[in-house]
């Protein structure tokens, strides 16, 4: 039943069962709701007819909302979060320049990898795997930099190997406190629809996410917001840049065009996904079910009597959850189980963390109904996989917590 409330598709529905896509639990990809679906299902059309202009200068427009900006500049390329990345490191530095930043996970890992292939000076702050963005570790080596040598800090929000979500707005405090001009790139890809994020507030320079993640789109969009100080630092930024050089989106996107060819069925799957962000009532209101998601969810993990990997309270991650494995058993059996007998994909652990974590999403297109389904069909696979839980406990916190802190949906008043 819950399948075909998902897939009521019937070329899914007749499909082996081998062939039907399970539901999804991942960090991303994350499932993608109906009506994102239907809006994405599309003849070809000319991106050169003139419908085209007045749609992309709104969807562009309406992007900023989950940037928690008014004033940044907001681009949106055929790409990923990794394009992201790049671009926010291309278009606003130079060979040798210096870069500040964290590495407590395999995306902040991967991004200090693209640092040095891209011939930066890179001076990392190396943190255990669960910790987030210190702030006092990084005033201090601000406060180092006694000739403002430092041209950017670079920080992932919500490092989705962990679970774990660091304080932009304390990094922010942490630079104006040591009186710092680098710029602030943030990589919010597992943040940005899922949790508070204010660009203009904490002063970031580039903010980058990609569709597959809270925007429960399918892979292929990276979206950023860029800051005024970024397009300055741009001026002078030599690092060599061709497909993602903004000054292309610059001279394009005010009249509504683009510099190559738009993914249309994904930018109507954005327009989509952004109404039902904002009828839902815009960040306050999706950064709050979130919160509900991610609390019902660290219920059941203490009824099971298994552990975070997050190490601190303060950056609990809301839109993902990575948890321990019992002792004595291999993660990635739990995960592998979830797959072969309920049909359920969840997170398996990445790199330093493989076969000691797993990891629940419950970001984006998600509700305390599916969120429930996952918990059981994960509660099923940890008996599978030998742990010793008591059935029913995760579930029995996790909906405990919802019913009594549930309200009336807004428009079923
Ligand atoms: C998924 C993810 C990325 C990589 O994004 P791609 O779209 O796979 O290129 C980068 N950073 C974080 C935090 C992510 O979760």
Redesign the pocket.
């Known amino acids: 039943a819950t399948l075909a409330r998902r897939n009521p598709d019937p070329r899914f529905v007749r499909s082996p069962p081998t062939l039907t896509p399970p539901p999804l639990h991942p ?2 990809p994350v499932n993608i709701h109906e009506n994102v679906l239907r809006a994405m299902d599309r003849p070809s059309q000319n991106h050169r007819d003139p419908w085209f202009a007045p749609f992309f200068q709104k969807v562009l427009s309406d992007s900023k909302m989950i940037f928690g900006t008014t004033k940044g500049t907001p681009l949106i390329y055929p ?7 790049e671009s926010a490191l291309t278009n606003t530095l130079s060979p040798g320049d210096k870069i500040l930043t964290f590495r407590y996970g395999q ?1 902040s890992h ?2 200090i990898d693209m640092m040095n292939r891209m011939g930066l000076d890179v001076e990392v702050i190396e943190c255990e795997w669960g910790e987030g963005a210190d702030e006092a570790r990084l005033a201090a080596a601000l406060k180092a930099d006694t000739g403002k040598k430092i041209k950017a800090v670079a920080v ?5 190997t962990t679970g774990v979500t660091s304080d932009i707005a304390r990094v922010r405090e942490a630079m104006d406190g040591a009186a710092h001009p680098a710029l602030l790139l943030v ?5 940005i629809g899922a949790l508070d994020f204010q660009f203009d507030k904490w002063g970031v320079d580039v903010a ?1 996410t ?4 809270a925007l429960s789109l399918p ?1 292929g969009l ?1 979206l950023m917001a860029v800051s005024d100080k970024a397009i300055e630092a741009k001026k002078t930024a030599t690092l060599k840049k061709c497909y993602y050089d903004w000054t292309d989106m610059f001279n394009t996107n005010p009249s509504g065009n683009v510099p190559y060819t738009p993914s249309i069925p994904l930018l109507y799957g954005l327009a989509e996904s952004l109404a039902l962000l904002r009828a839902e009532g815009g960040m306050a209101a999706f950064t709050a079910r979130h919160h509900r998601l991610a609390e019902g969810t660290r219920k059941a993990v203490a009824a099971w009597g298994l552990k975070l990997l997050c190490k601190n309270p303060r950056w609990q991650s809301d839109s993902l959850t990575v948890i321990e494995a019992p002792a004595g058993i291999d993660s990635g059996k739990i995960v592998a189980e979830a797959y072969a007998r309920y049909n359920l994909s969840i997170g398996v652990g990445l790199s330093k963390v493989a076969g000691k974590v797993f990891r629940i999403g419950h970001l984006g297109n998600m509700d305390e109904v599916m969120s429930a389904s996952a918990l059981a069909g994960t509660e099923m696979a940890l008996l599978s996989a030998g742990a010793k839980i008591t059935p029913g406990s995760g579930v029995g916190a996790a909906i405990e917590y919802w019913a009594a802190t549930s309200k009336v949906i807004p428009t079923r008043g």
């Open positions: 960090p991303g790409g990923t979060g990794t394009g992201g990345w995306f991967l991004w992932v929000h919500n490092e989705t990589d919010g890809v597992s943040s980058v990609g569709s597959q993640k892979t990276a």
